[in-house]
Every structure is written in C-alpha cells, then in structure tokens.
T-cell receptor, first 112, second 112 residues
Framework: GESVGLHLPTLSVQEGDNSIINCAYS??????FIWYKQESGKGPQFIIDIRSNMDKRQGQRVTVLLNKTVKHLSLQIAATQPGDSAVYFC???????????FGKGTLLTVNP | DVKVTQSSRYLVKRTGEKVFLECVQDMDHENMFWYRQDPGLGLRLIYF???????EKGDIPEGYSVSREKKERFSLILESASTNQTSMYLCASSLWSNQPQHFGDGTRLSIL
C-alpha cells in the first residue's frame, strides 16, 4: 500500500539557521502532498501543500520541494525561530480520493 | 480560517461505558475524519464521511462507530470502551478530496 515516511525522527537546529525536513513516499502515482506542524497539546496545523505538477512551492518562510524521480519531498524553514519547535508530518494520498497517509513525524527542536 | 472544534480536550471514562466524542466544523466541508494518535504509531484513520449519513471504515474501525446526521457534525462512538482505546483522538475536515485536511485540537481520552 501507499506509504510516506520521514527520514529522521528528530532534528535540532540553532535559532536563525535554516531547517530541512525530509520525507519519502512509495507510490509514484501520488499526486498531492501536505506538510503539517503539530505543537505540543494541539492538533496538526496545515502548513503548505504541493501537487505533482510542481517541483517547488513557497510560503511564508517555508518552501516545499518535490522530486518525483526519487520520490522525495522536503520542507525547508528559513531563519528557524523558537516558535517553529514542533513535530512536522508529511502526508500523501492514502489509497482513495479521500484518505491521507501520514508519516510518523520529525521533532524539530530550535536551540536559542 | 477553518475551525474544527472538538467538544472535550480531556475525558476520563470507565471500561464498558459508551463514549461519545463530538466534532463540529464551520466551513461547510464535505469530508470529515476521525483519527487516533498514539506514540510510535502516528495518525491512524478510524472512520471518515464524505457526505451526510455516509460513512466509510478507515484502517482501524473495530470497536468504534460514527454518526453524521448533519454536514457540520461528525460523532465518534466507542460502543463499549476498553483500556486499549486510551488515546488522543483527532477530528479533521476537508472541502473535497485531494484537499488539505484541517484538524481540531484533539480529545485526550483515558479509559480506566
């Protein structure tokens, strides 16, 4: 079945540095991906999404890159701040038009 | 902004009780979802609904049922609560398929 997975369960960066969180997926037909941020005690919050007809999409301080050749996507956070500390999930199609499958999450810790 | 509201943040129930978890969304979304989130297992889909009175089983429906009598409200029912149903329960909604799912802040349910 479809799967998405993150490469690292934890990532620690210094405040002000750029962060890169990576994700791989298994189904080459997957056409839509989403990144979520989950802070402690809260539900996942939508950050940015990308469709397979794009290689790159930018938001506010975030960029998502999609490499369909190697079935890999990444979330880049520019000038990481303490408020960016959270668990980050990638999600992709889950076998039907309605379902998503989620990666396990990467815990990002920002050190002052 | 999309608002998904779960009726309780914390809930403690006893084994064998019938438990109702309520979720309301205010954006006229077609699709609604119930997940549970456990350490090391990530987000797992219990049930979803793509229309009023319609429901589909997710990946782990055993021990649960759902109800969607109105478009904005999706209820999760634990027919006879058991200790292995202690978990964080997250509700989500999306406008259409292949659209971001937006999450509530979760209900942390403890079954004693």
């Amino acid at each position: 079945g479809e799967s998405v997975g993150l490469h690292l369960p934890t990532l620690s960066v210094q405040e002000g540095d750029n962060s890169i969180i990576n994700c791989a997926y298994s189904n080459s037909a997957s056409d839509y991906f989403i990144w979520y941020k989950q802070e402690s005690g809260k539900g996942p919050q939508f950050i940015i999404d990308i469709r397979s007809n794009m290689d790159k999409r930018q938001g506010q301080r975030v960029t998502v890159l999609l490499n369909k050749t190697v079935k890999h996507l990444s979330l880049q956070i520019a000038a990481t701040q303490p408020g960016d500390s959270a668990v980050y999930f990638c999600a992709g199609p889950g076998g039907s038009n309605y379902k998503l499958t989620f990666g396990k999450g990467t815990l990002l810790t920002v050190n002052p | 902004d999309v608002k998904v509201t779960q009726s309780s943040r914390y809930l403690v129930k006893r084994t064998g009780e019938k438990v109702f978890l309520e979720c309301v969304q205010d954006m006229d979304h077609e699709n609604m979802f119930w997940y549970r989130q456990d350490p090391g297992l990530g987000l797992r889909l219990i049930y979803f609904s793509y229309d009023v009175k319609m429901k589909e089983k997710g990946d782990i429906p055993e021990g649960y049922s759902v109800s969607r009598e109105k478009k904005e409200r999706f209820s999760l029912i634990l027919e006879s609560a058991s200790t292995n149903q202690t978990s964080m329960y997250l509700c989500a909604s999306s406008l259409w398929s292949n659209q971001p799912q937006h999450f509530g802040d979760g209900t942390r349910l403890s079954i004693l």
